[in-house]
């Protein structure tokens, strides 16, 4: 079956860097499209990043675009997301999505304060 597993998070002072990776297994990774999202306490899960199979496209959330990149290796069935600039307000629980199988990873905390 389709499992995500999600590692990388932590605590951070701002202005710091955090890079998250969600091993993938059960499915062709190659040949689809991931997801990062996060829920911050008492907000609703929000998109933050999406890239296309091959790595070709990727699209961000306003609030961290020019500071996250997301990325993925095919050779190694795992996407990432590279947290730079963090700011308090990016403490959230970040988890991995498979748009094709509707399938989420557990999450990882990031959480970003002094």
């Known amino acids: 079956q389709v499992r995500l597993v999600e590692s990388g998070g932590g605590l951070v002072q701002p202005g710091g860097s955090l890079k998250l990776s969600c091993a993938a297994s059960g499915f062709t990774f190659s040949t689809y499209s991931m997801s990062w999202y996060r829920q911050a306490p008492g907000k609703e899960r929000e998109l933050v990043a999406h890239?296309?199979?091959?790595?070709?496209?990727?699209n961000y959330a306003d609030s961290v675009k020019g500071r996250f990149i997301i990325s993925r290796d095919n050779t190694k069935n795992t996407v990432y997301l590279q947290l730079n600039s963090l700011k308090p307000e990016d403490t959230a629980v970040y988890y991995c999505?498979?748009?094709?199988?509707?399938?989420w990873g557990q999450g990882t905390q990031v959480t970003v304060s002094s």
């Open positions: 890239i296309t199979n091959s790595g070709g496209s990727r």
């Open positions: 999505y498979a748009p094709r199988w509707l399938s």
